[in-house]
């Protein structure tokens, strides 16, 4: 069993900045693709970013492309979300979660992950 905990969320200005912090509890870390999605009231969850285990190779969804930025620290069974120039339309809980060995096919699915973490609350005032 793999414990997510996210952190870092907040209420940001519309043009502000945030950045997401998630802790994996397992020593096998840089064998789970790592992801973020997103849920605002009344909608579904949404696909936001993803980093592979394998390549590194980073995922994201059109409309946050140029302000959000995924990374990872293995060292630290780490992952992150910085976000920038944040819109009021960003406004969600943001869940982390983890893939083992996940396949480039199911990254941007909620399927995809065996793993979920609480959420963290991002809210964006005009």
């Known amino acids: 069993q793999v414990q997510l905990i996210e952190s870092g969320g907040g209420l940001v200005q519309a043009g502000g900045s945030l950045r997401l912090s998630c802790a994996a509890s397992t020593r096998t870390f840089s064998s789970y693709t790592m992801g973020w999605f997103r849920q605002a009231p009344g909608k579904e969850r949404e696909f936001v970013a993803a980093?592979?285990?394998?390549?590194?190779?980073?995922y994201y969804t059109d409309s946050v492309k140029g302000r959000f930025t995924i990374s990872r620290d293995n060292a630290k069974n780490t992952v992150y979300l910085q976000m920038n120039s944040l819109k009021p339309e960003d406004t969600a809980a943001y869940y982390c979660?983890?893939?083992?060995?996940?396949?480039?096919?199911?990254?941007?699915?909620?399927?995809?992950?065996?793993?979920w973490g609480q959420g963290t609350q991002v809210t964006v005032s005009s």
């Open positions: 979660a983890a893939a083992w060995a996940g396949a480039r096919s199911t990254i941007a699915t909620i399927q995809g992950y065996d793993y």
């Open positions: 980093i592979s285990w394998s390549s590194g190779s980073t």
